[in-house]
C-alpha cells in the first residue's frame, strides 16, 4: 500500500451553469476518501493549485473528479473524470490533462498534478 498527492491545479472551457458563468469546484475520491477544493466564483477557467494526499492505495486505485457548479440548492455537474494510478512510477510526479465526460457536457479539461509513493 502507498500514498498519493494529487494537486487540482485547474480547469479550462467548462460549461455554462448558471446565467454566463459558473461557480466551479472539485470534489476528488480515491477509495473511500473524498477532498473538496473551495469554490472559485464566476469563472469557467478556474484555479485552485490545492493538494490533497489519500492513503493506502495501490497501483490499481482510481481517482475519480467531479466538477460541480455551486448552487444554492442543488449543484449542477460540469463533468467527470477518472484516472488510474495504473502505470505511474512511484515517486515520479506527472501531470495529466483530463477531458470531463458526461450528461450535458460538451467541453471542459482538467489539469492535476499527481505523485504516487510507496
Not at 477557467?45 to 466538477?67: A, G, R
Not at 512511484?90 to 498534478?113: I, K, P, T
Amino acid at each position: 500500500m502507498g500514498k498519493v498527492k494529487v494537486t487540482v491545479l485547474k480547469a479550462s472551457n467548462l460549461k455554462i451553469a448558471d446565467n454566463d458563468s459558473s461557480d466551479p469546484y472539485v470534489i476528488v475520491g480515491c477509495g473511500k476518501q473524498d477532498h473538496k477544493t473551495k469554490t472559485v466564483k464566476h469563472t469557467l477557467d478556474p484555479e485552485w493549485n490545492e493538494s490533497f494526499e489519500f492513503e493506502d492505495v495501490t497501483p490499481s486505485s482510481m481517482i475519480v473528479f467531479y466538477v460541480k457548479d455551486k448552487d444554492l440548492f442543488k449543484d449542477d455537474s460540469l463533468g467527470n473524470a477518472i484516472l488510474t494510478l495504473e502505470g505511474l512510477q512511484a515517486g515520479q510526479e506527472v501531470n495529466r490533462s483530463l477531458h470531463l465526460e458526461g450528461d450535458d457536457v460538451v467541453s471542459g479539461e482538467l489539469d492535476v498534478s499527481i505523485l504516487y509513493t510507496e
